[in-house]
C-alpha cells in the first residue's frame, strides 16, 4: 500500500486523543480543545462557544466533537451554532474521534477548518 504525509499548510495537527485529553504536535492539552488557524485557544468547552463567534472570519466550518459517541447539543450549544452559522460559518457534529480524524484531513485540502472538541 502507498502512504503519503499529509500537508497541513502551518496549521497544528492533532496527533492524538485519549480520556480526558489531546494531544496537539505533540503538547497534551488536558480538558476540552479548541483548534483554530491560529492554534490552540483557550476554551472552557461545549455549550461556550463565544471564543468560535469571536473569531468566525478564521474558518468557514467548525468541527464539534461531543464526547465519545454522538450527543445532542444542548439548547444552549445549539443556540451558539445557530450563532456561528448565521455568521457564515459551517458546523458539522460528530463523534470526538470522528471530529479528530477529519479535522487532520481537511487543512490538508487547502479547507480553513476550526474543532471544538469534548474530551473522550
Known amino acids: 500500500m502507498r502512504t503519503s504525509e499529509v500537508e497541513h499548510h502551518g496549521r497544528l495537527p492533532i496527533d492524538g486523543y485519549g480520556p480526558g485529553g489531546f494531544r496537539v504536535a505533540g503538547f497534551v492539552h488536558l480538558g476540552p480543545l479548541a483548534l483554530l488557524p491560529e492554534g490552540v485557544v483557550p476554551w472552557d468547552g461545549l455549550p461556550d462557544l463565544d471564543p468560535f463567534l469571536e473569531r468566525v472570519a478564521e474558518f468557514d466550518v ?6 465519545a459517541a454522538m450527543a445532542p447539543l444542548s439548547a444552549t450549544a445549539a443556540r451558539a451554532r445557530s450563532a456561528l452559522e448565521a455568521e ?12 479528530c ?5 481537511l487543512p490538508g485540502e487547502g479547507r480553513r477548518v476550526g474543532a471544538a472538541l469534548t474530551p473522550i
Do not use: C, W
Not at 62 to 67: D, N
Open 62 to 67: 467548525l468541527l464539534l466533537g461531543v464526547g
Open 101 to 105: 480524524r477529519t479535522y487532520n484531513v
Open 88 to 99: 457564515g460559518a459551517g458546523t458539522d457534529v460528530m463523534a470526538t474521534p470522528t471530529a
